[in-house]
């Protein structure tokens, strides 16, 4: 039993903002990246089921926040990143990935223009340090362009789930209703300044919202009563509305969602092609950016019908033993991949996986099923696009 | 966190419960706790020789799968079937309805079950869960 067990903390890990809260919540903490964050609450299953049919409450408090400002900011990530970033309007947010000069992905980014002379960068907390120094270094190169890391100074909360937009609405005087998936206002959530953008990481609908740490506990409380939530018509308690849910259900889903997760589909051994995210890659923008000549030449090979050498691809056991990060995908009696991502899923009852196989082993009419090696013993599993679960 | 103290304990958080020859096996509620939401159980077989210390089945949960191991030699006489449509009961009732296997061992020359070495009591596992902590 308990493998994990054995697993050391081997520095003192980071609080957010909103320890106290998690504390009396009750949560299992767990070190993720340097930081002490909650792995769930009670069940991680109920997390993720309530996310799917009301809404959850998530700290993301560890991810880190990086500001490019001043006239040249736009030119400046245009060159450091592989997305079109000047081009956005004020309030627009993209996904957008930081890339070395070979191709291989340094991070996965959502970058929003807060304003004509002001991007907030959005960065997984294990890379923040890169991304750091990246763009430091990258945006060095672009007149008028200042790096910031806000990370210490910000705190995230997403509320996530159908119920989100209404539970949110009661307590921001921001009309929400305009603010469409992917942009983000500056507003108020309960009195307190806030950046609140329309995006997630779990297939629902939902929104994130970046204030001063100080004032997040507030912002919590007031989405998620202490006492529970409050029926507005009687006074009395009203029906769980939004409940807090932590990093095990955001991992389940947005594996479901078939969104990638830095580190398991994402590496720096791995192009944004291999990935299935080429969209990402803007070589129609003007000028050099930093990764260009290599990505250019995968596009092209691509073109020509020779493309990656592996892509990503979602899988559905037929056993209930879970496919897992790592574990070998096999074709009759070939090793053709590794599973990058496994977990039970909580909305289809039975174990999903994502995958990179080999392009000659999904190419013409082979559409699977493959196996994958479970500890030793081949478990059938078939092949589905991606992602597994889309809302409705 | 629950530790019965009419139980027997093993190191790798297996409880045991022997009545008569047969032994319940399960896992503890620090086991279930740490593990997060139990998906499946893949147990051994009726009538599988299972050996003390060695794995006979699997834990599936969100995060991690966990070996099972066997905290006795012996023949396994029942699996708990109810784990396969329901195995939620591992985190609801690890000491009660979430029980997961049961062995007979054998009895010794003198006619007595002799307790399997190396278990320990509830007051030796709750030190260990604490020292683990």
Redesign the interface.
Known sequence: ?????HARVTSQPKHTPLRSVHERLGA?MTDFAGWLMP??YG???AEHLAVRSAAGLFDLSHMGEITVTGPGAGPALDYALTGWLSRLSVGQARYTMLCAPDGGILDDLVVYRQADDRFLVVANASNTTVVLAELGERCATVAGATVTDQTDRTALIAIQGPNASRVLADHTAAALGSVKYYTGVHGDVAGSPAWIARTGYTGEDGFEVFCAPEDAGHVWEALMPAGGPVDASTGGPAGPAVVPAGL?AR??LRLEAGMPLYGNELGPDVTPFEAGLGKVVRLDKPGDFVGRAALAKLAADAASGDGPGRTLVGLVARS???P?HGYPVTSGDTEVGTVTSG??SPTLGTPIAMAYVAGSAIAGESTGPFGVDI?GRIETADLVPLPFYRKE | MSVPAELHYTEEHEWVSISGEVATIGITDYAASALGDVVYVNLPAVDAAVTAGEPCGEVESTKSVSDLFSPVDGEVTEVNEELDDDPGLVNAEPYGAGWMFRVRIPAGPDGETALPPGLLSATEYEELTKSAG
């Open positions: 039993m308990l493998n994990a067990y299992t792995l769930r069940s991680e299953t095990a991992d389940t209930r033993r879970v897992r977990a039970p500890r």
